[in-house]
C-alpha cells in the first residue's frame, strides 16, 4: 500500500502508522523515511516537527556525496531559468497571429506592431529587475524564493542568495524573450549554450544587502489607498460595494507585483498581476485560516486541476487598475 501524504507537511502514513518523509535535496531518487512510531495524527505532527528542526542541520554535517549546498542552489536557477524559457514558449505558441505576446494592452490598429510593443513590455521588465539588483531591492523575488526553499530543502541561510540568484535568472530568461522576439533565439531548438550557465554569475555578495531596508524617495502606490477610494466613488459614483471591490483588487495588486512608486509600475506588471490571478483557485480566503494566508502560499496548496477566478472576476480586478492608469 503506497504512503499518503498529508496536506503542507512531511508527514505520510503507511498501514495506519505515520512516518516522517523528506527528499534529500540533490539526489534524484535518495529519501529520508522514519517512523513516528503513532497513530494519532496531532502526536505526528509534533514528533515530525523536532525532526523538521534537525533536518537541515544533519545535512550540513553529512551531505550526500557529490553534492553542495551551492550546486543546489544552481540546478534551482536552472530549472527556473528553463521554467521561464518553456513558459515563453507556450505563450508563443498559443498566441493568435500577428498578436503580441507580453504587450496585452496592444491592439490591431495600433501605431506600434506587435512585436514593437512587445520588446517595449521586455525591455521595461528587463530594466525593473537591474534596478531591483543594482539597488539591493530583491523583495519582488522573495515569495518566490521561500517556495522554491522549501520545496528543495534549502536551508534558510541560503534564502537571500536564491532571492538575488532568481533575479539574474529572470534577466537572462527576459534576454532569451527579447531576442526571440527580435528573430535571432531558436524557439524551440535551443543550443545548450543558449541557456547561459548561472553557475558561472557570481551573485551579489551577502555584505552588501542592507539589513534595514531604504526610504522610498517617492511615495508608495500603498500612500494612495484612500485616494483612490475618493477618486472612484468622485469619477465613477462606485457605491460601497463597488467601493470595497476595488480596494480589495488594490490590496491584491500590491501584493502580487509589490508596493512601489506608481510611476514604476509597467505594463509587465499588469501581465504578472494577470497571470497570477489566472492561478488563483476561485474560492479563497473564504475560511478564518486562509484570511491571513499569502497569495501565493494559497496557490502553491490548491489542488491541481481545480477551479481557478473566472475571466469576468479577472476583468473587474483589472477595470479599476486600468482606470487608474496604474498598469
Keep these: ?97 500577428l498578436s503580441a505576446v507580453y504587450a496585452h494592452w496592444w491592439e490591431p490598429g495600433d501605431p506600434q506592431t506587435a512585436d514593437e510593443a512587445d520588446l517595449k513590455a521586455i525591455r521595461n521588465a528587463q530594466e525593473s529587475l537591474r534596478r531591483d539588483l543594482k539597488t539591493n531591492s530583491p523583495n519582488e523575488m522573495a515569495d518566490r524564493a521561500e517556495q522554491l526553499l522549501k520545496q528543495n530543502n534549502l536551508p534558510p541561510e541560503m534564502m ?3 532571492t538575488y540568484g532568481l533575479l539574474e535568472a529572470a534577466v537572462k530568461g527576459w534576454e532569451i524573450a527579447e531576442r526571440r522576439t527580435l528573430g535571432s533565439e531558436p524557439l524551440v531548438w535551443v543550443d545548450s549554450s543558449a541557456l547561459i550557465d548561472l553557475a558561472t554569475v557570481e551573485p551579489e555578495p551577502a555584505a552588501r544587502i542592507p539589513t534595514q531596508p531604504t526610504e522610498p524617495s517617492r511615495p508608495l502606490a500603498s500612500t494612495f489607498s484612500s485616494d483612490f477610494i475618493g477618486w472612484g466613488k468622485a469619477s465613477a459614483q462606485w457605491r460601497n460595494n463597488a467601493a470595497s471591490q476595488a480596494s480589495a483588487s488594490f490590496a491584491l495588486f500590491l501584493e502580487i507585483v509589490g508596493d512601489r512608486a506608481i510611476d514604476d509600475y509597467t505594463a509587465v506588471d499588469g501581465e504578472r498581476f494577470r497571470a497570477t490571478l489566472r492561478r488563483i483557485p476561485a474560492k479563497y480566503r473564504k475560511s478564518h485560516a486562509e484570511k491571513d494566508k499569502p497569495i501565493q502560499a494559497i496557490i502553491a496548496d490548491a489542488p491541481a486541476g481545480g477551479t481557478t477566478l473566472s475571466e469576468k472576476t479577472i476583468k473587474r480586478h483589472f477595470w479599476a487598475l486600468v482606470h487608474r492608469r496604474m498598469i
Design 160 to 162: 537571500e542568495r536564491l
Design 1 to 97: 500500500m503506497p504512503l499518503c501524504s498529508h496536506k503542507c507537511s512531511h508527514i505520510t502514513r503507511k498501514r495506519g502508522v505515520y512516518h516522517y518523509r523528506r527528499r534529500l535535496p540533490g539526489a534524484a531518487h535518495g529519501e529520508v523515511c522514519i517512523s513516528l512510531r503513532t497513530y494519532n495524527y496531532r502526536e505526528a505532527e509534533h514528533r515530525a516537527g523536532l525532526l523538521d528542526a534537525e533536518f537541515h542541520g544533519v545535512l550540513r554535517r553529512v551531505r550526500v556525496p557529490g553534492v553542495s549546498l551551492e550546486s543546489d542552489l544552481q540546478a534551482v536557477l536552472r530549472a527556473e531559468l528553463k521554467r521561464f524559457v518553456d513558459d515563453d514558449l507556450g505563450r508563443r505558441m498559443a498566441r493568435q497571429p
